[in-house]
């Protein structure tokens, strides 16, 4: 499986931006995929998951309401609307992948075997 994520951008605080983020291979439609995220000088955290699916998604506490994922098996993609952004929401944005035929969403980084390579989203304020 291979990743590639884009979408980001500079914005200010208060506005909208859609990541996306395309998957090689024909299997996309069986495993769950998630958005990390890394601030400077901090460590990557989750952000948000999708099951294989798409029936299942989890946010992380400082992005629900304001983030949605959802994904398109027709079209190997998945993308990441988000909406009112705030300054902490600075980051690089990585998309990641379980392996083929794990559908369940996880939050941890160890569940997931396959990443992008990271846009940068920067929020001004």
């Known amino acids: 499986v291979q990743l590639q994520a884009s979408g980001g951008g500079l914005v200010q605080a208060g506005g909208s931006l859609r990541l996306s983020c395309t998957a090689s291979?024909?299997?996309?439609?069986?495993?769950?995929m998630g958005w990390f995220r890394q601030a400077p000088g901090k460590e990557r955290e989750f952000v948000a998951a999708i099951s294989s699916g798409g029936g299942t998604t989890w946010y992380s506490d400082s992005v629900r309401g304001r983030f949605t994922i959802s994904r398109d098996n027709a079209k190997n993609t998945m993308a990441l609307q988000m909406n009112s952004l705030k300054p902490e929401d600075t980051a690089v944005y990585y998309c990641?992948?379980?392996?083929?035929?794990?559908?369940?969403?996880?939050?941890?980084?160890?569940?997931?075997?396959?990443w992008g390579q990271g846009t940068l989203v920067t929020v001004s304020s």
């Open positions: 291979g024909r299997t996309f439609s069986s495993y769950a």
């Open positions: 990641a992948s379980r392996q083929p035929l794990q559908g369940g969403v996880r939050r941890t980084q160890d569940e997931y075997d396959y």
